[in-house]
Each structure stands twice: as C-alpha cells, then as structure tokens.
C-alpha cells in the first residue's frame, strides 16, 4: 500500500509502481484529486484502474468533473467504514 | 436620438475626414471658400447622423461601459469596505456552525464512551462472579465457591473409588475361597479314589471267599453267604465312590468356572478403578488449573478494567476542550462582530464625508468568490441566509441525501 501527502507525491510514486485500485481526496496541494486522475489515465498501467473519489464536495456539478476526469466512483464523507469495503468490493471484482 | 447639432468628438472627427475627401473635389469643382465651408459643416454634420444611425448602440454602450474613467480611490475603499462587512457575518455563521457540529460530536463521544465504561464494569463484575461461583444454586440461594465445589466432588469421588476398591477385595475374597474350596473337593476326591481302591480290592476278597467256600464244600455254605454280602457291599460302596466322584468333579468343574469368572471380573475391576482414580484425580488437577487461570484471569480483567475506567475518566475530561474551543471560538466572533461594527461605521462617514459616493455595482461578487471556496453544501447554506441571491458557481442541489454518500460511475 502507497500513502502520499499530495497529487503530486502521490503521481510521482504511482508512476513507478502499478496497484491495483487509487483512493484520493479531491482538495489537496499542490495537484489536486481531478488533476491526479487525469495524469494518471495518462499513463499506460492506469488506463483502466479503479480510482475512488473521497471528499466532502457533494455538489453534482463536481461529481461529474470527477467523472469527466476518469474516475471510478465519488464517496462523500462521512462515509462508514463498511460503505468503503462494500464500494472497494465491488470496483475490484 | 440626440440634438445633432450638438458638438460632440465624432463631429469633431467627422469635419477632417470629409474634408480630406471632399477638398479635392471641391477643387476641381471651382466652388468658392464660403461655400466650401457650408459643404464642409453639412457633409460631416450629414456623415456623423449616419455613423450614429447605424452605429449609435454601440456608441452608447461603449460610451458608458468599455471607456469608463477609473473610480476615484474612497469608491473602491467603500466598496471594499463593504464586502468586508458583509462577509463577517457569514464568516461568523461558519464558525458558529463548525463550534455546534463539534459540540454535537463531543456529547456523543461522550455517551458512547460512558457505556463503554458501564459495560467493562459489568463484565468484569460477570467474570468475578463465574469465578467464585456465586449466585443462586438449584433452588436455594446458597452461595458456594468453586473451590469448595471441587474439594466436595473430589471427595465423592474418592468414595466412590474407596467403595470400589472394597468391592474388588471382596470379590479377590472369594476368589481364595474358592480356590480353598477347590482344594477341598480334590482332597474329598483322592479319600473317593481311596475308598473306590478298598471297594474293589474288597471285592475281589469276597470273591476269593466265594471260591474257598465253595471248596470247602456244605461247610463253607454260610460263608459263601458272607462272602456273598461283603461283595454287596463292596460293589455299592464302589458304586457310591464312583458316584460321589463324579459329582465331586461337577463340582470341581463348576468352581473352576466361578474361579474363572471372578479373576476376570477382579481384573476388569482392578484395572477400571486404577484408571478411574487415574483419570479423576488428572481431571480434578485440570479444574484446579482451569480455575486458576479463572481467577488469574478475572484478576487481570479487574486490573484492566479499572484501567480502563482511569482511561475513560481522562477522555472525559479530554473532551472538555469542546466547551475550551467554544469559548475561544466565541471570543473571535465577539471581536469579528466589533470589526464589523466598526467597519459598518468607517463605511457610514466615508459615505458621508465623500457625499453619495455610490459604490461599485458589483457587490456580491465577494460572495461568489467566497463560495467557490466552499465543498460542502452547509457552507452553501449559511452563505445564501446572508446572500440569498448569490449565483453559485457550478449551482446544483445536493446529489447525495442520507445514506447516499457513493456513486459509482
């Protein structure tokens, strides 16, 4: 398992590596979550990758910027810990 | 349509550029210089009404909008003031609503940490009590300890084994009782042999006396009846002999059986009752194990429990820098209401000083840009109590209501 303090970091270590699912948050430095998706559908190994939105935004219009910007699914905290293992679940099969 | 005549920049502009095309013509018409002059005033008068006809929208709105004199500097200060003033309360409102949320999530880390507490206790007052057995019994209300519960089990126990040991000595008893009976019928055997020996010897006796009897002729006659009877005798003796033998050897037969079934159950016996103390006196050394974890173990969940509870205390008061916060919290409010108290003011006198100054007619736009800060919809709310009317970037409602909090693309 990767952690990173940023988009930044976070692209930076996922470029050298390839997991099998990327949860981010979407206000973050440096690069934020949106920006991070779309590098990340950049590159070869994550084409096709789940990636999980988690964040405050609830607002539709943002929901589909994440969507427009390849990702998988759009958690809004607060979130239980059984909603994210059943969303993990399903993303991975 | 505006006065024509009016002397504005487009006739201005108008006059040279006619004349720059007319002036050649005029020369080579031949007029002369008044007239010249009433042709120029005419043509650009002429030229700036259809400029204006087509054009004259835009030229208002140009006039007003793209070329407007930069405001002079207290319309900005008022303007800047303004927004700061109106944008305290909302800033206030947020704080106020973060303070509330947090209040709301101490008081029920609270409950649910007090529970916890109840709860520990109450378990470890459950496992003290499996521990020491008490508590009602059967029907009674007798309380007894599992200690002394085993003391009294083991000793049944033993009883029992005690009994059964009693019971295989008796029957190792008659086991020797046998065997000397066993002896018995032999001896009683070998006398019938004996006596079956002196029958038949008798009897070959009588017979001889038979044979001299008859030798001797009418005198040996009553000894020929003698020897007649002794042979009787000698036969039913033998014969009794013979019987009795048999018999004995039933007898013999049957106590060997006897024998033979007692030794067997005397082994089964013996070696059930070894393996019985055997086995009760392991399984009583597991209670006395097993209860001694027990009690270990309640001692342990006692001591942990009490921890437990001193961790909780020291959460509980932890917790109280809820109403720390909000108290400090409060104190920054209190001082951002005076700011915008006396913001308020400064606007008032500058308005006043500078004398129906109007402010820039873009007032909400702090609202906006404040909003396109905000990611959670009950920042969105308590901005639109105070500004109703700002125009949220990106506006929608909520996507999620309770429980809706996932989507999957």
């Known amino acids: 398992m990767l952690e990173a303090e940023n988009g930044k970091d976070a692209y930076d270590k996922l470029a050298g590596a390839a997991v099998d699912l990327v949860i981010t948050d979407l206000n973050m430095p440096v690069m934020d979550g949106l920006q991070l998706i779309r590098e990340l559908r950049g590159l070869k190994q994550y084409r096709f990758t789940p990636i999980l939105m988690l964040t405050t935004e609830s607002q539709e219009s943002r929901k589909t910027d994440g969507k427009n910007a390849g990702a998988t699914g759009w958690i809004v905290k607060p979130f239980t810990p059984e909603q994210l293992l059943t969303t993990v679940s399903k993303v991975l099969r | ?222 000894f020929a009846v003698v020897a007649e009877e002794v042979k009787k005798l000698a036969d039913r003796s033998n014969e009794s002999s013979t019987n009795s033998r048999r018999i004995i050897r039933a007898i013999l037969e049957s106590i060997a059986d006897v024998k033979k079934s007692l030794e067997g159950f005397t082994g089964i016996m013996g070696s059930s009752t070894d393996r019985s103390e055997h086995d009760a006196d392991e399984l009583f050394e597991s209670f006395v194990s097993a209860n001694a974890m027990l009690e270990e173990t309640v001692r342990t969940l006692s001591v942990q429990s009490r921890g437990l509870s001193k961790d909780i205390e020291r959460i509980f008061t932890s917790l109280q820098f809820q109403d720390i916060t909000r108290q400090r919290v409060e104190h920054v409010q209190n001082a951002l209401d005076g700011i915008c108290g006396n913001l308020r003011e400064m606007e008032e006198e500058l308005g006043i000083y500078f004398n129906a100054f109007e402010k820039s007619g873009d007032g909400d736009e702090w609202a906006s840009q404040l909003e396109s800060t905000y990611t959670m919809e009950g920042e969105r709310e308590i901005l639109n109590r105070f500004v109703p009317e700002v125009p949220a970037a990106g506006a929608g409602k909520a996507l999620f209501g309770a429980g809706e909090n996932v989507t999957l693309f």
């Open chain 2, 1 to 222: 349509m505006k006065n024509i005549f009016h002397i504005d920049g487009f006739k201005f502009l108008a006059a040279p550029v006619v004349s720059a095309f007319s002036t050649p013509l005029l020369f080579m018409t031949g007029l002369p210089a008044a007239a010249y002059l009433v042709f120029l005033f005419v043509s650009s008068s002429l030229a700036a009404i259809v400029i204006h006809k087509r054009h004259g929208n835009q030229l208002d709105e140009a006039a007003k909008g793209a070329y407007e004199p930069p405001l002079p500097e207290p319309a900005r200060i008022l303007s800047r003031l303004s927004d700061a003033g109106r944008s305290i309360p909302v800033l206030n409102g947020q704080l106020k609503s973060v303070v509330d949320m947090t209040d709301e999530a101490a008081m029920t880390l609270f409950g649910k940490f007090r529970d916890i507490a109840e709860r520990a206790g109450q378990q470890s007052d459950l496992a003290a009590k499996a521990a020491t057995g008490t508590g009602a019994i059967g029907g009674g209300q007798e309380k007894r300890d599992i200690n002394a519960l085993l003391a009294s089990t083991r000793t049944l126990v033993s009883d029992v084994t005690r009994r059964m040991r009693e019971a295989l000595d008796f029957s190792r008893g008659i086991l020797d009782k046998t065997a000397r009976l066993s002896g018995y019928a032999s001896t009683v055997s070998g006398i019938l042999e004996d006596i079956e020996f002196i029958s038949t010897q008798t009897s070959l006796l009588s017979l001889n006396a038979t044979i001299e009897a008859a030798r001797a002729g009418d005198q040996g006659r009553g």
